[in-house]
């Protein structure tokens, strides 16, 4: 009778160390649970010698209406990031210098104190030769640091903005989450008319009678529907075609996604796009003159670590990254 008992082979598989090492530190040394935890595990360090990008959190919710935590955002991002760089491209970081500057320290509450410490470190950043990606916070924090580009490139900005609202009211105390477009524009810092808020909510025939909640825009509008209806490769055919050559700030409120994918924020929007949506998107702008970006709105306390809407951020503020480096390709 054959016998049918298994043999084990005496081979044994074929481990490269080196390799695995090299792997290894490619994805900061550790596996994702282990290790010192920096934004996508780049070095911890205000030294800006050849740095490309300087990844700044931004812990401030000292403006939101409704739900507050966001100044917990940039640690949760840290730890979320960490798993993000396993899934997308981790040889980005061979490919743009990236830092994680830390945080931004200021007087808790102190809405005049973070402002002017954020613009001022921002400016310190820019002047270093590096770019910001920031990590909030509320969706006051674009305000500071697209001063802080204006003035350090001496003209307008066009801007890109994801959110489920405008954040152009006029009707309250300006510099607060839902003020902060006003401002830029009244003071010359974003030019409209070059500029494209996506993903409103608030407009068209979905909203006819809340002109004061959602006041009209000076930018290219592309609301949440059309969003959905027409897809991505046509929002971003036509963010191409506004925003054209022009330096791009890109702000991402958490909000401008569906809240099935984006619970845990300041506003949870419905009928809004998913991630894959945007990661399409993003990939069909390459070639913008992005010069900074941020991710905001996320409050981590109504989701469990790792949820969706921090794995959504942190794949986001990834892309963002992206396109600073393909703009960064193209300008050298």
């Not at 996604?257 to 894959?276: E, I, Q």
Request: glycine share 8%; charged share 20%.
């Amino acid at each position: 009778m054959t016998d049918m008992h298994y043999q084990p082979s005496n081979a044994k598989p074929h481990f490269d160390a080196r390799a695995f090492a090299r792997d290894m530190e490619l994805i900061g040394g550790h596996f994702p649970y282990a290790g010192i935890l920096t934004f996508f595990r780049q070095p911890h360090t205000r030294d800006l010698t050849d740095v490309d990008v300087a990844l700044l959190g931004l812990p401030w919710d000292g403006t939101p209406m409704n739900r507050s935590g966001q100044r917990m955002g940039p640690r949760a991002l840290r730890e979320t990031s960490v798993y993000v760089l396993e899934e997308e491209d981790f040889t980005l970081f061979q490919r743009l210098s990236c830092v994680d500057y830390g945080d931004l320290f200021f007087h808790a509450g102190n809405m005049f104190d973070f402002l002017e410490q954020a613009q001022k470190t921002v400016g310190e950043i820019l002047a270093a030769g590096a770019k910001v990606v920031a990590f909030g916070g509320d969706h006051m924090i674009p305000l500071p640091i697209v001063r802080a580009y204006a003035h350090h490139l001496g003209r307008p900005l066009s801007l890109v903005h994801f959110d489920g609202h405008f954040d152009n009211w006029d009707t309250f105390p300006y510099s607060w989450g839902g003020s902060w477009v006003a401002e830029l524009a009244e003071e010359g810092c974003i030019d409209l008319s070059r500029s494209v808020q996506l993903g409103i909510r608030m407009v068209g025939d979905a909203a006819p009678d809340v002109a004061m909640y959602a006041p009209e825009s000076d930018a290219v509008v592309i609301s949440g529907d059309e969003c959905l209806d027409e897809g991505p490769l046509a929002a971003a055919a036509k963010v191409r075609e506004v925003v054209s050559d022009d330096p791009v700030y890109l702000t991402f409120d958490a909000d401008f996604l569906d809240a099935s994918v984006a619970p845990a924020c300041h506003t949870p929007c419905v009928c809004g796009p998913d991630t894959y949506w945007t990661k399409k998107f993003f990939r069909a702008v390459r070639g913008l003159n992005v010069v900074g970006a941020d991710v905001n709105e996320l409050c981590p306390q109504y989701e469990p670590s790792l949820g969706p809407t921090q794995l959504a951020l942190a794949h986001v503020a990834q892309w963002e990254l992206g396109l600073i480096e393909h703009a960064r390709a193209r300008n050298t």
